[in-house]
Nanobody, 114 residues
Framework: QLQLVESGGGLVQPGGSLRLSCAAS????????IGWFRQAPGKQRELVAR???????DYLDSVKGRFTISRDNIKGAVYLQMDSLKPDDTAVYYC????????WGQGTQVTVSS
């Protein structure tokens, strides 16, 4: 049974960095287009970055130049490097197949605060 596992979140000061990881237990992400999503309290979940199986990437305008999505097809993982973090980036972050959504994992909390 597919289970997505996100990790790497935490509390960071504005301007700081975090690297999120996404893996799937009992399954490999290598053959699927994967996105990182986030959901802040009281807001809808939004797609912030996505990567194709050919490693083409696309980003939400508000994170362009600060976030970098990548994938390691040997490890079967997808990452989100987040730099220059802002308080508005505070949210629970999730990964998923952006073309055909699977069951959601528990996500990882990112809190940007001084």
């Amino acid at each position: 049974q597919l289970q997505l596992v996100e990790s790497g979140g935490g509390l960071v000061q504005p301007g700081g960095s975090l690297r999120l990881s996404c893996a799937a237990s009992g399954f490999t992400l290598d053959y699927y287009p994967i996105g990182w999503f986030r959901q802040a309290p009281g807001k809808q979940r939004e797609l912030v970055a996505r990567i194709t199986t050919d490693k083409e990437t696309d980003y939400l305008d508000s994170v362009k130049g600060r976030f970098t999505i990548s994938r390691d097809n040997i490890k079967g993982a997808v990452y989100l490097q987040m730099d220059s973090l802002k308080p508005d980036d505070t949210a629970v972050y999730y990964c998923n197949n952006y073309a055909d959504t699977w069951s959601w994992g528990q996500g990882t909390q990112v809190t940007v605060s001084s």
